[in-house]
C-alpha cells in the first residue's frame, strides 16, 4: 500500500536522508527534483519546505514526513508524532542588543521580529510584554538596533546571534526534527502497519548507530571479570572456543564506552578483541 512522504528541503533533509537511506529507502535524482524515485520501500516522496510540511500532513495532502518540532507548534498542526528524531536541534530564543540591560526592555514596549508569530506571541504573552510584534521573512538577526528591540529566532551554536552583537536573554523553546503523521491515516489497518513498520525500521537504526558489536577470546580464568565488564543490550554471548581452552564472547555495548572499556579488556585477559559497526538493533 503506497504512502504518501514528504520531506523536507533544506538544513533538515541531509541527516532524514541518509536515516531513509540507511533503512534501505532510495531515492534516485538531483537536488533540484521535488517528486525522486523511491527503491526500497513502497512510498510516493515530494520535497517541500520544512515549514509547510506540517499543515499539509495535517490537512491528509502526505499521510507521512519529517518537520521541526517549532514549526508543528508555529502551525498548531494537529499532526501526530511518531518519533522524535533529535536531528538537527535549535532552541529558539529571545535576543537582545549585547549592551542592553534586559531588566530594562522587560520594563516598557518593545517591537519585536520573529519568523514565528505564533510560539512569539505566547511567549510574549506569557511573559507579561507589551509589545508589538513584527513578522520578519529571513535575516531576523539583522532587525535590532534600529527596527526591532528585540528578537525571537532559532539558533544552533549562537555564531550568527554575537556576530550581529546581539545576546540572548531567554530561551522560548527547543526544537528537533519530528517524523509525523497524518492522524485519519493511522484508521487504516494497511497504511498504520506499513508505517509501524517504517518506524521500527528507522529505531533500528538509530540504536545501530550508537552501538558498536566488541568481539574477543579469553580463557576460562577470565571469563567472569569479562562479562562482567560488558555493558550488553541484554547479557554478552558466550561460546566455547573451537579445540581449546576458552570462550569466545560478543557483546553489543554503546559506541561512548568503547574508548574506556577495550583497555580494561585487555587487562582483564582479553585477547583477539575486534569492533564492528552495527547497522541495525532491536
Not at 79 to 97: H, M, S, T
Request: proline share 4%; net charge negative; hydrophobic share 40%.
Amino acid at each position: 500500500m503506497t504512502l504518501k512522504l514528504v520531506l523536507p528541503k533544506g538544513r533538515i533533509s541531509k541527516k532524514v536522508l541518509a536515516l531513509l537511506n540507511d533503512v534501505g529507502i532510495q531515492l534516485i535524482g538531483d537536488e533540484r527534483n521535488y517528486r525522486p524515485v523511491v527503491k526500497g520501500f513502497d512510498l510516493e516522496v515530494k520535497l517541500l519546505k520544512s515549514q509547510n510540511i506540517p499543515s499539509l500532513v495535517e490537512l491528509g495532502q502526505h499521510d507521512i514526513g519529517f518537520a521541526g518540532l517549532d514549526w508543528i507548534q508555529e502551525r498548531r498542526s494537529e499532526v501526530e508524532i511518531l518519533r522524535n528524531l533529535g536531528f538537527d536541534p535549535v532552541k529558539i530564543v529571545a535576543c537582545i542588543p549585547e549592551d542592553w540591560d534586559w531588566e530594562e526592555v522587560r520594563q516598557r514596549k518593545v517591537i519585536v521580529a520573529s519568523e514565528y508569530k505564533r510560539i512569539a506571541a505566547e511567549y510574549l504573552d506569557r511573559e507579561r510584554f507589551n509589545y508589538q510584534l513584527l513578522r520578519s521573512y529571513g535575516a531576523t538577526e539583522v532587525f535590532p538596533p534600529e527596527d526591532a528591540d528585540m528578537i525571537i529566532d532559532n539558533t544552533s551554536t549562537g555564531t550568527t546571534i554575537r556576530a550581529n552583537r546581539l545576546k540572548i536573554v531567554d530561551t522560548v523553546m527547543e526544537s528537533s526534527t519530528q517524523f509525523i503523521a497524518n492522524k485519519s491515516v493511522l484508521d487504516d489497518p494497511g497504511k498504520r502497519q506499513t508505517i509501524e513498520d517504517l518506524n521500527t525500521l528507522m529505531q533500528a537504526v538509530l540504536n545501530g548507530r550508537n552501538r558498536v558489536l566488541l568481539e574477543m577470546n579469553c580463557g576460562n580464568d577470565q571469563i567472569e571479570t569479562i562479562v562482567a565488564l560488558l555493558p550488553a543490550m541484554r547479557s554478552p554471548t558466550v561460546s566455547r572456543l573451537y579445540n581449546e581452552e576458552g570462550f569466545a564472547v560478543k557483546a553489543a555495548v554503546e559506541k561512548s564506552l568503547t574508548q574506556s572499556l577495550i583497555p580494561k579488556l585487555l587487562a582483564a585477559g582479553a585477547s583477539d578483541i575486534l569492533e564492528t559497526p552495527i547497522r541495525k538493533a532491536l
